[in-house]
């Protein structure tokens, strides 16, 4: 039922796109985590329903329970972000642990951000530069560009602008738009601008591959003054150049 749905709601087969949604609530419902996971996606962005944080991380902890690391990370979203219900950074960093003991490239990079800012654990830069090492062990271009704005920054290490530019260039490559963006302001920077306070959390999270990720969708979105360059985690959280 649940890859049927799938295909109705990404057009691959003719049908309504409630129905195929209906098909994926009946697949979660009896018991299928894949299926369980979307129904937290689809409650934590208003896909098909109104968003719902509760019903959100109640599918969530149903996935997560029968060991999904999207689910785990998901769940740990729902405790650490401002759509999710009240911070809870213990509970977030145990899920986020969870899913990064599978080699989770996202929950890896969500450890090192929390160790980067001090949420929920004390302020460890290195700390921080061992995770998003990992993360990119595992292939993820957000995890490049932190590491490479660390080494442009000398957070947790010496500055060194060829490493910088160095994780920046693969995580451009990957097509993180604010690596490439670094990469060419790096070239006209001041001490004035490395000054800049990089971190600050936000509350704009992952879409999906879902066509209707753009419909029936709230998203926070803080203004971000123009040319302040921030730590980020992931392309699917926040969607756009973090500038």
Same mark, same amino acid.
């Given at each position: 039922m649940y890859n049927l749905g799938k295909l109705i709601i990404n057009k691959e087969i003719s049908g309504e796109e409630e129905k195929g949604f209906n098909l994926i609530q009946q697949a979660a419902e009896s018991g299928y985590s894949f299926a369980?996971?979307?129904m937290g996606r689809a409650y934590r962005f208003g896909w098909y329903v109104n968003a719902n944080?509760?019903?959100?991380t109640n599918w969530f902890t149903k996935a997560a329970e029968q060991n999904m690391p999207d689910a785990m990370c998901n769940l740990g979203d729902m405790y650490s972000y401002e759509d999710g219900?009240?911070?809870?950074?213990?509970?977030?960093?145990y899920w986020y642990e969870k899913a990064a003991e599978t080699k989770h490239s996202r929950a890896l990079t969500e450890l090192g951000d929390m160790y980067y800012a001090g949420k929920g654990v004390r302020q460890d830069y290195q700390k921080a530069m061992e995770y998003y090492q990992k993360a990119c062990d595992e292939g993820y271009p957000y995890a490049f560009y932190s590491l490479g704005f660390m080494y442009w920054k000398g957070q947790g290490t010496l500055p060194d602008k060829e490493k910088a530019q160095e994780y920046l260039s693969q995580a451009a490559a990957m097509g993180n738009e604010s690596a490439f963006q670094?990469?060419?302001?790096?070239?006209h920077e001041s001490e004035e601008e490395k000054d800049i306070d990089p971190f600050a959390r936000q509350s704009l999270f992952r879409s999906s591959t879902s066509p209707c990720r753009q %419909?029936? %969708?709230k998203i926070y979105q803080p203004s971000i003054p123009i040319g302040e360059f921030r730590i980020c985690s992931s392309p699917e959280r926040f969607g756009r150049p973090l500038f």
């Open positions: 369980q996971n979307y944080p509760v019903r959100a219900l009240t911070i809870d950074y213990e509970k977030a960093f670094l990469l060419n302001r790096m070239d %419909r029936n %969708r």
